[in-house]
T-cell receptor
């Protein structure tokens, strides 16, 4: 079953623009993680945000978490063509399992 | 520090055969998890091993099994392969995801069943 659901499913922007992806989840969480996946490759960990944190930054990435709304957002500023990928949020499921949404496919054109 | 290493990267098997995939976690990580990714079902949790013990299992048939060795390396096995088992199988390692540590993934093993 899907815990996290990303929105939008697909996003197309120009280089230099910002990209915002949203994630909603259903149950209480201890943390939420964002991953990037380039076509046919493995998952690259981007950011982990804990339930007691509201915002976290890493380079051009900014993640927010609103536990009252059970939602998170990932903002990529000044997008580059190399940011073209699928982005997934993942929350802790039963014990140690991650439950993923279906992802947002981001396309950045130059 | 080397990342999560999976072998083989690509393989083709015939229906009814079995397959074994291997995963070497990041040095010092005692937890290894396996996930299946397909276009239809997305990313789904298979199982997690911690210190050689299966600690958690997803909703997959018994044809899917795994094990972890004393050096934390892990293998997963799929027996009696079906066409629907064609997928990207991802291994992940962590110090201990049960306490909120970051989970790192390998590049995956692409399995095609014909």
């Amino acid at each position: 079953s899907q815990q996290g659901e990303e929105d939008p499913q697909a996003l197309s922007i120009q280089e230099g623009e910002n990209a915002t992806m949203n994630c909603s989840y259903k149950t209480s969480i201890n943390n939420l993680q964002w991953y990037r996946q380039n076509s046919g490759r493995g998952l690259v960990h981007l950011i982990l945000i804990r339930s007691n944190e509201r915002e976290k930054h890493s380079g051009r990435l900014r993640v927010t978490l609103d536990t009252s709304k059970k939602s998170s957002s990932l903002l990529i500023t000044a997008s580059r063509a190399a940011d073209t990928a699928s982005y997934f949020c993942a929350t802790g499921g039963a014990g140690t399992a991650l439950i993923f949404g279906k992802g947002t496919t981001l396309s950045v054109s130059s | 520090k080397a990342g999560v290493t999976q072998t083989p990267r690509y393989l083709i098997k015939t229906r009814g055969q079995q397959v074994t995939l291997s995963c070497s976690p990041i040095s010092g990580h005692r937890s290894v998890s396996w996930y299946q990714q397909t276009p239809g079902q997305g990313l789904q949790f298979l199982f997690e091993y911690f210190s050689e013990t299966q600690r958690n299992k997803g909703n997959f048939p018994g044809r899917f099994s795994g094990r972890q060795f004393s050096n934390s390396r892990s293998e997963m096995n799929v027996s009696t392969l079906e066409l629907g088992d064609s997928a990207l199988y991802l291994c992940a390692s962590s110090l201990d995801p049960g306490i909120g540590n970051t989970i790192y993934f390998g590049e995956g093993s692409w399995l095609t069943v014909v």
